[in-house]
């Protein structure tokens, strides 16, 4: 195991010629091999700490709203549905609310009752037939458009679909302040 | 750093020699994957499991990570024990060595403080009952026992304040007493020098020396990948488990320690009454005090193991003590057969629930939510109203106030049409306070009043 004390060994550190030039030649190799390990060694650590920039983010779910016979108020009713969330390694069920309406063609669209604005709960104002944001009075015509305020875009409409009768909601979250629609959850 | 590598080596290098920086290696590799796991880890008991599980499960990489922490903590403490008996074999803890070798001692109790407490961070029943065991063993020091245990699982039973504890042990007060005294070991090794093979004296004088670079740097480096390497394959081949959530209630669980701690688990199968005391107390004491005093119990400047037969007898004993009582331990798990299969069991469950796919924690739901699921469906439609129009931002989630919030507790007392009358026309008080009238039609009115009622009814 052992190089005993019988094997030549160098003298003196730095006496130049042979000794200097493969003392340089260890060091840059073992350099090289240190910077390849580290190099290896940093792939792993790097897809552990980037995981979550990347990690499969799965489309919302399908969520129940009710009878889709059973929307036949002429103006826009509130619905609650039950929205699961998972973030990282907990899941939530909360209560969101949505707005059922009747869009221009008469066909049933779902609204986000978050103000595109800064994100309050848009209410609808029976007495104004308008929804009425109580944050900064942002207005919308009963089909979601956009009739003035601080508002850059019209209430977001949720992807919808009907399914055996029921009518059926992709719940989801856009950025606010902006013109374009953008779904970011 | 050029008088380090300039440091002459008494004989030249050696491979015997490689042990103390083998560990320096594992040392980083235990910082740099800790600090990882430290990006997801939550220590909390009703989260570390599920955290430790997600890592494991859904993390990338999350698996082989863990693997290299846990693999490494026991390299780490297999790579000790080689450097301690490297150095009192070869006696160098004598000659001006006596503060280094005191220091090793420490930090050899320090690593196994963060086996110990590292152990309990996953949550997993195999962590929880080690570690019960392992704080109830405390409780039998005498006088201050109890205060101790009860100190360290902050309680009498262990719970999210002892993984908090755990955790701090674990991450900050260890490693800064660890950092601390390698810096001490090393800056006494640099005072003392290389100690050099174990040879009389004269002779010793008389040999040539090498520096330490390059050909120690390259042994020491070449152990070093060869450790890598082989924490690479051992987290890549036999992937680190994750067994079911703690729970105390398992009362047939059959609690195995690390296998490093084995051997003092089977030591305490042989005390029992009052002997007890001598077992893990008194023994364990003075076995560390020997060696922690062994550089001015031998004394001499002789080295060489053939002329210090007692200390080296001394470390063999302990060393075969030691070890065969870990077999012990083994072979009594083996032979008893329900013992046997229990732990089989235990094992096959903690492989079966390991390759289950990650099942993320479920919350209960807080706020007006978890307020509406208690009350009647008007009432809960209520709740949600009194979110939606604004109410919660004066009145706090569930109209109890809080944090400078105006408490609503009692209002629910009213009769129906009172609050109903005030919700449209709000008076003194409340007028002052920014309380506007409600513009809700009267049947939501209805609900919000119902909400009040049932969720408001008590004062506080």
Known sequence: ?185 | MHEALDEPVPGGSRWAYVFGSGLLFILVNQIVTGICLAFYYVPSADHAHATVGYMQKVVWGGRFIRGLHAYGSSLMIVLLLLHLAQTFLYGAYKNRRELLWMAGCVLFLLVLGMGFTGYLLPWDRRAYFATAVGTNILAEVPFVGGFLKAFLRAGPDMGTLTLSRFYVLHVFVIPALIFVLIAAHVFFFRQAGAAGPPLRPEEREKLPTEPFFPMQVLKDFLCGMLLILGLFLLSALRPVTLGPIASPADSTYVPRPEWYYLPAFQWLKYWSGSGILVGIVVIPLLLFALLLGIPFLDRSPERRPRRRLLPVLGLALVGVGVVSLGFQSAWEDRRDPAVHAKLAAQEAAEEEYNRAPFEPRELAPAGAAAVAAKLSPAAAKGALLFENEGCSGCHGASGHGAGGLIPLDGIGSQPAAALQALLRKPQGKMVEGGMEPSRLSDAELAQLVAFLREALKDKK
């Open chain 1, 1 to 185: 195991m052992s190089s005993g004390p019988s094997e030549p060994v160098n003298r003196e550190p730095g006496l130049g010629g042979q000794g200097a030039t493969r003392r340089s030649f260890f060091g840059v190799l073992m350099a090289a091999v240190s910077a390849a390990v580290g190099l290896v060694m940093s792939v792993p650590v790097a897809r552990f700490l980037v995981f979550p920039l990347f990690g499969s983010r799965r489309a919302s779910d399908w969520i129940e709203v009710g009878d889709a016979s059973g929307f036949v108020s002429p103006g826009p009713m509130r619905a609650e549905i039950l929205v699961r969330r998972v973030d990282g390694w907990v899941a939530s069920t909360a209560k969101r609310a949505v707005w059922v309406v009747r869009r221009e063609g008469g066909q049933l669209g779902v609204l986000s009752d978050v103000c595109p604005h800064l994100g309050c709960g848009v209410p609808w104002r029976d007495d104004e037939k308008i929804f009425h944001c109580p944050c900064h009075h942002a207005k919308f015509d009963p089909s979601g458009r956009l009739l003035g305020g601080p508002s850059p875009r019209s209430l977001d409409p949720l992807p919808i679909k009907v399914e055996n009768g029921k009518l059926m909601v992709q719940y989801q979250i856009f950025r606010n302040l902006v013109k374009t629609r953008e779904v970011i959850g």
